[in-house]
């Protein structure tokens, strides 16, 4: 199995390095990767953050080598965007006012664990909210560059008017007025450009659709003075605008045709709408959503999903299941608002978007809408079936970024449906998202049924040499399986499955179909070797050895074709369990892969206890290199020591070629990464493009 949680990068200013290195062994065995860095010394501190990229700092707030207001002096200075978590041995509410007057993020007792934890979590959540911000203030500048760009250049005569007065006008907009300069135009009351007889008509126009913003009533027409005294009529589009920061209106005066307009609005909205079912389709909903959460508007989204419709339409054939949908979508339509935007969004599923509704309302008429097609029967050219339905309530709150976050919300609570009945497939209730909990259960059914039912499937990544090595490699990649037919990575899963002591079976699972692949796949002639990854519960049962040697002769595959592979955290937490465990594979003639390394304060001490053959290194050095290729210090230095130590070395995460004269150039020995290739379904990789 293999998860690829994101690492955080976190300077640790402590006097003691054995309660560092707790800090950093604590927050990887809590699900948080970190790369971390024990630093007792002002000006390394100043070097670190100048050269580098941090996520948090925590610091002891005794440190009498290095003194945490100094760190959060260096911060400011810097003018960087790295919270400072303080511990203090007392953890009084005066300390913690101390602390944050100090510029503290937060201040936490010593050895309070759980409590600096959540801190972690909270810090690292707002601030990657800050930096999305950030990125997100840039694009917006650069729209507003282009989109000036596009109104000085537009054909259509445009211009914004605040408080009766020009603020902008383009030059297509002055041309028409019979002015050579768009200059001339602004700051000039709209009056003086319009005939008097139609002053009152178009205060009136203005005033109502300022008031009431009636998108379907937005055209303006008035007799226009042009500059040389001569009259023309305009017909304007009006819309509510912001420009320069402030409310105004658009005129818009389109250069395109009127009589083309109505055609392009029967179009648009053929666009909208589902073929099947009439109602509107996916495209058109998922943008609704995604208005309603730009607007800032509190909605209620229902996903409606058809129990085991695939059984059904393939029993009665797809002109009859397009017949049922139909039947579906108009029982939907007579129970929910005319409010309501109703969407057919996939094949056997329809969303709702409810404005304007309570949770209780729209249960209610969830509940109505399960019970209405539960006790009816449908019946097209004489067939008949009965059919139940799973639905499941999201709230699109602040809370929710985008479309397919409030999407996702909805399908779980449909998940958490489904889990309840034991009829599989089938659900027949409504259910609401809630966070937390529920999903965690909704996961733990999930991975029993995939167990029960073998729902889980096997992915391939290619790993080249760049030392001229002609081995074929793959990494062996889990995905597991839902009622959706969707694949779920072990980032989503794993935790919870340690957490059902699952992951041992798991694991049985994916070495036996990964060595059933390679043996049919080296049965053509290929001398390809794969990586399985193994949870620490595996490398911690001496079952297992014996039942691989069975497994290998079963399969009659050599065992030096497979190459195990552990987390360095798993290994460092069970060191005896797993030299014991390497000990066997190599009797066996297996080699051992360390992943993810490099992320412990003193990484080289698991080697000295553990023969390890490959090392792959964790996934942030790649991530950094590529960011910044000339900040390379840290990759350097660590393949430098595993040189020395003469480790086979594989960097992951590469995906551009822009890195791999460094790589090569470090010592470097294997690659992996999209670069390459996507993990696949199979073992297709061409290995004679790179030789």
């Known amino acids: 199995m293999s998860s690829k949680a994101s690492t955080f990068r976190v300077i640790i200013l402590y006097e003691s390095a054995a309660e560092a290195e707790r800090l950093t062994s604590m927050f990887q065995s809590s699900g948080k990767p970190c790369r971390a860095q024990h630093v007792q010394d002002e000006s390394v501190l100043a070097k670190l953050l100048e050269d580098q990229s941090w996520d948090l700092i925590i610091a002891h707030d005794a440190t009498e080598s290095i ?30 006012i101390e602390g944050m ?8 007792k010593v050895d309070d664990d759980q409590h600096l934890l959540l801190v972690v979590d909270r810090e690292l959540n707002n601030r990657s909210m800050r930096q999305e911000t950030r990125r997100a ?90 500059s ?7 017909n304007v589009e009006l819309n509510i605008a912001n420009y320069d920061d402030e409310s105004c209106l658009q005129f818009v005066l389109p250069a395109k045709l009127q009589n083309t ?26 943008e609704a959503i995604d208005k309603s959460i730009s607007e800032e508007r509190h909605c209620l989204l229902s996903f ?15 002109a009859i299941s397009d017949q049922l949908l139909l039947q579906v979508g108009k029982m939907i339509t007579d129970i929910y608002s005319d409010e309501a935007q109703i969407a057919h969004f996939g094949e056997d599923t329809f969303v709702v978007l409810n404005p304007n509704s309570s949770i209780e309302t729209n249960i209610v008429k969830a509940n109505e809408l399960v019970s209405r097609v539960n006790s009816h029967i449908f019946d097209v050219n004489n067939k008949t079936t009965k059919m139940t339905l799973s639905i499941g309530v999201a709230p699109i709150n602040d809370t929710i970024t985008d479309a397919q976050m409030a999407i996702n919300h909805a399908r779980k609570a449909v998940e958490q449906v489904r889990s309840q009945n034991k009829l599989p497939g089938v659900g027949n209730d409504v259910h609401v998202y809630q966070q937390g909990g529920e999903e965690t259960k909704v996961i733990i059914s999930t991975i029993q049924k995939a167990l029960a039912n073998e729902q ?29 037919g969707e694949e779920i990575s072990p980032d989503n899963f794993l935790k919870t499955a340690a957490s059902i002591n699952a992951c041992d079976k798991i694991d049985r699972w994916v070495i036996l179909e990964a060595i059933k692949s390679l043996s049919e796949h080296r049965k053509k002639g290929n001398n390809t070797r794969i990586i399985i990854n193994l949870s620490s519960s595996s490398s911690c049962d001496e079952s297992l050895i014996p039942w691989l040697k069975v497994a290998f002769k079963a399969a009659q595959l050599p065992a030096d074709s497979v190459i195990f592979q552990l987390h360095e955290l798993d290994v460092s937490q069970h060191l005896n369990a797993t030299r014991k465990f390497v000990q066997g594979i190599h009797e066996m003639n297996s080699a051992f892969c360390i992943s993810r390394f490099g992320c412990a304060l003193e990484p080289m001490s698991v080697l000295n206890h553990v023969p390890v053959d490959y090392v792959k290194l964790d996934g942030s050095f790649t991530q ?31 995906e551009n070629a822009s890195i791999l004269s460094k790589l090569w150039q470090m010592g470097v020995d294997y690659i992996q990464g999209y670069y390459l290739q996507q993990p696949a379904n199979g073992m297709n990789y061409d290995f004679d493009i790179e030789s």
Do not use: W
Request: hydrophobic share 40%; proline share 3%.
């Open 67 to 96: 003194n945490p207001g100094n760190a959060i002096k260096t911060i400011h200075k810097y003018n960087l965007d790295i919270p400072v978590i303080l511990l203090s041995d007392e953890g009084a509410s005066t300390d913690v």
């Open 101 to 108: 007057k100090l510029g503290a993020a937060d201040v936490v």
């Open 137 to 226: 203030l840039r694009k917006l500048k650069e729209v507003e560059r282009r989109n000036q760009q596009l109104l000085d250049n537009s054909r259509d005569g445009i211009a914004f008017v605040q408080d009766g007065m020009y603020l902008y006008a383009n030059d297509s907009f002055a041309e028409l007025f019979g002015y050579e300069d768009k200059d001339e135009i602004e700051c000039m009351p709209i009056m003086d450009m319009i005939k008097p007889e139609d002053h009152e008509k178009v205060k009136r126009k203005l005033k109502e659709f300022s008031l009431q913003q009636d998108s379907q009533n937005n055209r303006l027409s008035f007799i226009a003075k042009l």
């Open 228 to 234: 040389n005294n001569e009259e023309r009529t305009m």
């Open 261 to 286: 307009e109505l055609l392009e609005a029967e179009l648009e909205s053929v666009k909208q709408l589902d073929n099947v079912t009439g109602l509107y389709n996916k495209q058109y909903i998922l």
């Open 304 to 318: 409606i999903d058809i129990d085991n419709f695939m059984a059904i339409q393939d029993n009665l054939g797809h």
């Open 456 to 484: 889980f499937k096997l992915l391939f990544q290619p790993i080249i040499s760049l030392r001229g090595d002609d081995v074929e490699q793959y990494e062996v990649l889990l995905r597991m399986i839902n009622d959706h």
């Open 624 to 654: 950094e290199l590529q960011d910044n290729p000339e900040k390379d210090d840290a990759l350097k230095a660590l393949m430098s020591e595993l040189t020395e130590k003469q480790k086979i070395t594989i960097v992951p995460l590469v």
